[in-house]
């Protein structure tokens, strides 16, 4: 059985040109680092996680 594969839409004109404008504008936005309290509580929270077990 086939599956039909769904149009990708693609920007043109204006679109695009705003689109791409906006990229780069963000691409040089400096990102956003967690401090090192946030870095700790997101650790506890993974090894909480991995460690989980469903009874």
Not at 30 to 44: E, H, I, W
């Amino acid at each position: 059985m086939a599956i039909t594969i769904k149009n990708i839409p693609v920007l043109e004109g204006a679109t695009a040109e705003d689109f791409v404008r906006s990229a780069e504008k963000n691409a040089v936005k400096v990102t956003p680092r967690l401090s090192v309290a946030t870095k700790k509580r997101l650790q506890k929270v993974l090894e909480k996680s991995r460690s989980f077990r469903f009874n």
